[in-house]
């Protein structure tokens, strides 16, 4: 271990009743970001958070938007590796209200069969996660007067409703906060005892069909038989977007979907996923996906077809011999890789337009596109923090996937040109977005001197 | 002609005003069966039939059941083939009511450019009808004093609320309701030139599918790929229904289904039926059914499937990326000939159940049962009337199908033992339950010198 950092982790260790008191006066700012009544709220978060950084010697400031203010502050060493430092300190509304057990902006400290945890809005998501890294960095101001690594923060105060003033403040500040790669603390651990690194992240192609048919709703004793039912035409388009091994049917799905490699399937499989548990949490036992793909690949690497809603006819109590005048779906694809949205989505309305009979007709409405973020791992830092997160947890840390989408690391990637390391501290059942949300003590310590432990291994990378 | 029948005839010419002054003092009576409302009114109408009946000789009364009343009447020869006519003197009700151009129970006598119609609530469906039988009767009863039938009258008060006290009224009064044939005056023309008598009406089996996957509506990016999705269960489910001929493929569907007779599609091709204004009246242009069936046999002969309606997911607008913890649709089957719809239901249960993967189940339910109706056309009655009607009319009667089911034709066949005739004279055009109902002079006074021609030709089988 580097001599630096010892004395850095054991003030950690001191200082962890001092970092659990900020942070409680942190989470008692209802800094509610989509409700207008806590605009002064969301305000005092951010003058908080520049104040504390003010005070760790950072050159920190409120940046207005047409929103909400970006907290955004600049330290660290002059040379040496350059990190932008990416958090929120908006949280989520907090009802329904009589669904919590104690008021959610006063924080509590909870004995809980898995260990102590501190319970309130915004305990996990996110100024939780985002204060493991500021008790970082103050505990190498403290020790050390400096620190190893030139940093940038742009901490948001809008992402829990919808980051409207996101992309153009990036946009317009992008020579001030680009830098060497970026962390995003958004995420969780793998397992209790396992962190990751999220390196891949699914992309998302969504589209709307409907398939119109008679003029009106016919009788089906009149009618049927002689007459098109649009929701027979959309079963069957629907029912050929899989083969019978799982696999998405349109023409070059697979072109842009790279096999992972050797290195990141032995990570995955050192993980010890338990598929049964994973699927038996929602009452589901095997893995639906392509034949022949664990279930960790069929939610990390592989691209997917889902429909996500679809209706045609009568949907009411009962019966109606309806023949339906129109079927619609919303059909959406996760895309990993290289796979081009838009190439996916033309494939798509060629395959349903090709299948349409000569009595009905298509219309389509597109519902958002975005390319998968595969980070480039090959940037030293990736391996550095890897090996700092092993140092620190129970077990080995591993690059890992995340099935959904996280919008910041897209947008630094093309806007800013940067990589991200996606690397957080939360737990599944931290119940963010939910009554009692609450982030274990444990995420906070080992969370702290995990950076630590990262911004000294980054600086020697 | 029967030199009886031309008096006949003659009569009911000149009588023609007369009669659509009564036919109008019924339509002025608002009698809506489903609305409480208008119980004094729809007790009013059998009334006025009873008194109508009376008045021509008819031993006829008012008989109370649970709901409105049955009007029943007997009268005609002592001997010679027994008629049981069936109608209904209730109707639907009138809303929208700022639809209707004129007041829906104050008849009125329109020029269109088809011709004279009679505009009001139940002027086709189905007190124009009920009075073209009661007409040719009086006319029948004031040229000869007598008819040369038995007949006995079976009119309801709730055909437009359902029915509910028909199947325990004609249980209780099987023996006095039992006769040689039934005649049933609530169908229409095949055109405006060619009469027809239905003696195929297609029976219904309604199943609902509901088949459930994960324990709750999962996000499809954490759980997309390895959760199964029942919507994609069940569009494959309902995709396999039919081949690419366009049949159904449950394994024995059409062990039952006979072919009409050669006389019957002769009879079928002789109506010059126009497949392209049928579907072109609906925004469609080609028959969608059994590839190498006419439009006629698709309608009439043939049993279908259809999907009624289905639901999964995320309906509304925009778009959520939500995996569907269920998947619904309604099914139908339209059969025909001897097919049994409990075994149509047993073999589509089977298909669907034999398709549900480990991680989903199956809720079925039942929605109807109900065979199709076969009239027994060897009856003489058929054959005498089928011309009969071809004498009245610019064009040939045949002998035609229905798509739809008339439940009364099932139960006068199981519960009183008897084939029906059944005849009417509306138009497609008619508006029935809907505003402006209306009903054609020519229906009118056609199709009193109908049923006149009828009872004569009949009198003779």
Known sequence: MSTALTPVLDRIDQDLPQALVRLSELLRIPSISTDPAHKADVAQAADWLVN??????????????PGHPMVVAKGGAEAGPHLLFYGHYDVQPVDPLDLWHSDPFTPQIEDTPNGKV??????????GQLMTFIEACRAWLAVHGTLPVKLTFCLEGEEESGSPSLVPYLKANAEALKADIALICDTGLFDAQTPGITTMLRGLMG????????ARDLHSGAFGGAAMNPAR???????????????????GFYDDVPEISDDLRAQWEGLGFDAEAFLGSVGLNLPAGEAGRSALEMIWSRPTCEINGMISGYTGTGFKTVLPARASAKVSFRLVGQQDPHKIRAAFRDYVTAQIPADCRVEFIAHGASPASVME????????ARQALSDEWPKPAAFVGAGGSIPIAGYFKTILGMDSMLIGFAKDDDQIHSPNEKYDLDSFHRGIRSWARIIDAVSKA
Chains 1, 2 share one sequence.
């Open 52 to 65: 504390d950084l003010n005070t760790l010697g950072f050159d920190a400031r409120k940046d207005a938007t």
């Open 118 to 127: 501190i319970r309130a809005r915004g305990a996990s998501d996110d100024k």
């Open 207 to 214: 589209d709307e069909v409907i398939i119109h048919g008679p």
């Open 233 to 251: 035409v959309l079963a069957r388009v629907l029912a050929g977007l899989h083969d019978d091994q799982g696999r998405v049917t349109l023409p």
């Open 377 to 384: 791992t090959g940037h030293p830092a990736f391996e550095a």
